[in-house]
């Protein structure tokens, strides 16, 4: 395949200052894959780190990502160009004290980010081709041939909410709040309902409210009124829930689920990524009434096979939550809609072969 030396990148410059430049197209090594995006989602931890500028720059965001091999080092085996894939950029080496411990995210190898279009490696799935890097090989997915390139690209987001998931010590037909209807919180609500709990769902939106209906939520809520911790009382017969996720970033959802939730019950933190935001905690709560607090950050790549079986049987249909495409020059736009969403933005998107990514939708 011939490859042109230039391509497109959105670069990110400083803080919300994202940039269309023309890079040279990353060359790779021998144990080395290149893949021309197809696919990129916008994920709320890109939005933070380009709107606090948590890191410095020049860097290419980008992470949820889709696309097909273009080209395969020459010391790699079982891929080939033309493959369609979706892609991890962070991969644990197995090995280490932690990868022994299941705690993948702390892996010193999985914190190494290992998909790049150039600068810091940083995902890079907001530009036209990304280098996955020989420790991020095992995290490419291939896309069956009925599966979408926006599929492959939620492979991601997917896998972070079955970690969650997992961590959780539940049975069927527990009682789950998930706290935030947002397209991860919707994740939530979707899966936990496959696996046969009862989930109430609170969001600030009404529409959102509506949404996590449909997807599978047994009551939803607005967190706000004044009916609503009496209602999760009667919902579960005055015992609480047995595990709250919270897919917001509020210090008041996690008060208001320790409260909802019954002695030795679980509260997941999901989006509380901002690292130095402190919150005040009574001990107790932990301690005599024995309900943990406990988070979930990133992927399990053991549960790789799972999060695909899920995504692309449509069991979880991804397409639902995706509301918003945008072509990749308009990357700052995507970004700043999915952070402040409006009424009926849910997933947004950046999507470069959009012909394709539609046919794919439609058959
Ligand atoms: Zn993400
Ligand atoms: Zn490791």
């Avoid at 989930?199 to 967190?223: C, F, I, N, Y």
């Avoid at 002695?263 to 935001?277: E, I, N």
């Avoid at 053991?302 to 899920?310: D, F, H, I, K, S």
């Amino acid at each position: 395949m011939i490859l042109p030396k230039l391509m497109q990148a959105v670069v990110y410059r400083g803080v919300s200052n994202l940039q269309v430049e023309l890079l040279p197209v990353p060359k790779i090594g021998r144990s080395e894959v290149l893949v021309r995006v197809a696919a990129c989602g916008v994920c709320p931890t890109d939005i933070k780190k380009i709107q606090h500028g948590i890191l410095l720059g020049p860097r290419i965001y980008g992470h949820e990502t889709s696309g097909r091999i273009v080209k395969v080092g020459s010391s790699v085996t079982g891929w080939k160009e033309g493959q369609r894939v979706g892609l991890h950029h962070h991969v644990p080496c197995l090995k280490c004290h932690a990868c022994r411990h299941r705690a993948y995210a702390q892996c010193d190898q999985y914190k190494q980010t290992g998909i790049t279009a150039g600068f810091e490696p940083a995902g890079g799935g907001y530009a036209e081709y990304v280098r996955v890097m020989k420790h991020c090989l095992p995290g490419m997915v291939p896309i069956p041939k009925n599966g979408t390139f926006a599929e492959g690209a939620m492979l991601e987001p997917v896998n972070t909410v079955l970690k969650a998931i997992r961590r959780l010590e539940l049975q069927p037909r527990d009682h789950v709040l998930v706290a935030g209807q947002g397209p991860i919180g919707l994740i939530f609500t979707r899966l936990f309902k496959l696996y046969g709990m009862k989930v109430h769902a609170t969001d600030l939106m009404e529409w959102r409210r509506q949404k996590a209906l449909q997807m599978g939520a047994a009551s939803a809520h607005d967190p706000t009124s004044p009916e609503f911790e009496s209602q999760i009382q009667e919902l579960t017969r005055g015992r609480g829930v047995d595990a709250a996720v919270i897919a917001v970033d509020s210090d008041e959802a996690v008060r208001q689920a320790q409260k909802l939730c019954r002695g030795g019950g679980q509260v997941c933190l999901f989006a509380h990524t901002r690292r130095g935001v402190l919150s005040s905690l009574d001990f107790s709560i932990p301690c005599v009434d024995e309900k943990q607090l406990l988070g979930s950050y990133s992927t399990d790549i053991t549960l790789q096979n799972e999060v695909a079986r899920l995504v692309f049987s449509k069991s979880l249909d991804v397409g639902e939550l995706i509301t918003h495409r945008f072509p990749l020059e308009q990357t700052g736009e995507a970004v700043n809609l999915a952070a402040k969403p409006t009424q009926n933005a849910l997933k947004v998107m950046v999507i470069q072969e959009e012909a394709e990514a539609l046919r794919n939708e439609k058959s």
